[in-house]
């Protein structure tokens, strides 16, 4: 079944409070991440990204730290975007959102003149972000009680 969806910058308030809610839907409902860790003084100045269907609903978000942000989280080079809190709801699952979410941020990375996008997967979405081109390196490390590894792909 295919379900017609845009991706597309949080242009406001209302859409980076439906990123919130995806992010608590995924990551604090369903998979036990505490609430407080779940937000970050890193969302004020990322760039969201929110996937709806054509009716408004919201399938899924993303976010892309750069500059500063995503310098210290990334080991201090800011040519390097930082792609985080990937979420898409259950029910929209299988459907491309992901894939559609990565490649938006990877936009939005470019159009800032970053060179290479880093993320923290979990380790079951490994597959996931190889499929779009990401690495694996480092070693595994644990983020929110769960097992991460860093990944990155020059853009």
Not at 14 to 24: G, H, I, L, P, Q
Not at 50 to 73: N, Y
Not at 94 to 105: I, K, M
């Amino acid at each position: 079944m295919t379900v017609p969806y845009t991706v597309r910058e949080a242009r406001d308030s209302a859409d980076r409070e439906a990123c919130f809610a995806v992010r608590k839907e995924v990551f604090v409902a369903e998979q036990g991440v505490p609430e407080d860790i779940e937000y970050d003084a890193y969302d004020a100045g990322a760039v969201h990204v929110l996937a709806v269907r054509d009716d408004g609903t919201p399938l899924g978000t993303g976010r892309l730290l750069h500059g500063e942000a995503a310098a210290a989280k990334n080991g201090g080079d800011a040519s390097v975007g930082a792609l985080g809190r990937l979420a898409v709801l259950r029910r929209a699952r299988g459907l491309g959102v992901g894939a559609a979410l990565v490649r938006a941020v990877e936009d939005l990375a470019r159009e800032r003149g970053l060179t290479a996008v880093d993320l923290h997967a979990q380790t079951h979405a490994l597959g996931f972000y190889e499929r779009l081109g990401y690495v694996a390196y480092g070693p595994e490390f644990e983020d929110a009680g769960m097992p991460h590894r860093a990944m990155r792909r020059v853009l």
